[in-house]
Every structure is written in structure tokens, then in C-alpha cells.
């Protein structure tokens, strides 16, 4: 459980005013959700790491293009540019 106290100087910290009511409410709050850590810190899961869980969740790229497909059709869109480049204005210096 926290404090009354320790979420006096947690608002404080950040910079809020709490009423008194809510600084009981939220004791009561944070002392709830420090128990809920407490109790998932103290679930094993050393099967899981054993079974190698890891997966990609990522989709696989659709319509892969050859490289360059579209560089020309990009580059004649430009203003300037030299052979397969942009060409911009230089704004950092050396």
C-alpha cells in the first residue's frame, strides 16, 4: 500500500493539486496496482522462454517490386537532378 504521504509528494513532483479525497482515492488506486505488479512479478515463466515464443506478427510484403521501377518516372517529376539523383539545395555545412 502507499501513503498518503508518498502521493502527497508524487503530486507535488508533478506539479498538481489533489484534493484530499483524491488523495485518499488514489492511494487506494496506486496501493491496488502495485499489489497486481507484485502478484505478476511472481508468476514463473521459464516454460514459456524454453519453447522460444518468439514469432514474427508482422505481414509479408505483397507486390514486391524489382528495384528502380519507378526511378525514372520519379526523376522526371523533379525539378533538377543528375543522372539518378535529386539535385537539392545544400543547407548543412562542413
Known amino acids: ?4 504521504e508518498e502521493v502527497k509528494k508524487l503530486a507535488s513532483l508533478a506539479r498538481i493539486e489533489l484534493t ?3 488523495v ?3 492511494a487506494e488506486d496506486m496501493g491496488e496496482i502495485l499489489e497486481f505488479v507484485k ?4 508468476i514463473n ?3 514459456e522462454k524454453s519453447q522460444g ?8 510484403d505483397s507486390n514486391i517490386r ?3 521501377v519507378y526511378t525514372e518516372e520519379v526523376l522526371n517529376n523533379a525539378p533538377k537532378k543528375q543522372k539518378n539523383y535529386f539535385v537539392v ?4 555545412e562542413k
Do not use: C, F
Open 1 to 4: 500500500m502507499i501513503s498518503e
Open 20 to 22: 484530499t479525497k483524491e
Open 24 to 26: 485518499v482515492q488514489y
Open 39 to 42: 502478484s505478476v512479478k511472481g
Open 45 to 47: 515463466n521459464d516454460a
Open 53 to 60: 515464443l518468439v514469432k514474427n506478427v508482422l505481414r509479408g
Open 66 to 68: 524489382e528495384s528502380g
Open 89 to 92: 539545395k545544400k543547407i548543412i
